[in-house]
């Protein structure tokens, strides 16, 4: 973002993004620093496309070496419970032998929050602890290291350690954060929260 301030002769500009994205990511790192070891949590990152029955797997696991993740890790101070390298196909059962504490669905290749409830292929893992409590991020891209991406840490972040964030309403702040970094009014704020496709979430 500097970069691109310093080749448009938009450095001030440039600078004001920064830290506005800057301090909601510490913001959000302040709340869940001091978690004691014992206390992580230890989530799967997952994607389920609806075409994953067709390869065989019932969806993707992000592990180490992945943006996301290590996000998870050094801001929200979670744990991954998916450790392979990469992001894979892995089956229910693979799903169910993690047992994860939370689950976070990602949603860049289609919007289903509800999939892993209703879908027959999870029928092995639907009783999983962490599957009555599904958090889906906002409209999520293959690379989520973008403008919004302090929106999706924030879901997370009140997903796995909510009791650090109650008194964070995740519209309010959410809409907060795009009035500060791009300067909208109610109706511009408006369009781009349908664009991150938030009512996934049920709070839009």
């Known amino acids: 973002m500097r970069l691109l301030g310093d080749v448009f002769g938009k450095e001030d500009e440039a600078e004001k993004i920064v830290e506005t994205v800057s301090s909601h990511v510490e913001f959000i790192r302040s709340r869940t620093a001091d978690i004691p070891e014992e206390e992580k949590k230890w989530v799967l990152y997952f994607g389920a496309p609806t075409w994953a029955k067709d390869k065989g797997g019932a969806g993707y696991a992000f592990g180490s070496g992945s943006t996301e993740v290590a996000m998870m890790a050094?801001?929200?101070?979670?744990?991954?419970?998916?450790?392979?390298?990469?992001?894979?196909?892995?089956?229910?059962?693979?799903?169910?032998?993690?047992?994860?504490d939370k689950i976070i669905l990602c949603t860049w290749s289609?919007?289903?929050?509800?999939?892993?409830?209703?879908d027959s292929q999870y029928s092995t893992i639907q009783e999983l602890l962490a599957l009555r409590e599904v958090y889906s991020l906002a409209a999520t891209p293959c690379k989520s290291e973008r403008l919004e991406f302090p929106i999706n840490l924030m879901i997370e972040a009140k997903a796995v350690y909510s009791g650090c964030f109650s008194d964070v309403e995740l519209e309010p702040w959410i809409r907060d954060y795009l009035v500060e970094l791009y300067g909208t009014n109610e109706t511009k704020t408006d369009e781009l929260m349908d664009a991150l496709m938030l009512e996934y979430l049920e709070i839009v």
Request: glycine share 6%; aromatic share 8%; with cysteine.
């Open 74 to 100: 050094e801001i929200i101070n979670s744990c991954s419970v998916y450790i392979e390298p990469g992001m894979n196909m892995v089956s229910a059962e693979q799903i169910l032998s993690l047992d994860p």
């Open 110 to 118: 289609g919007y289903h929050p509800r999939q892993l409830y209703e």
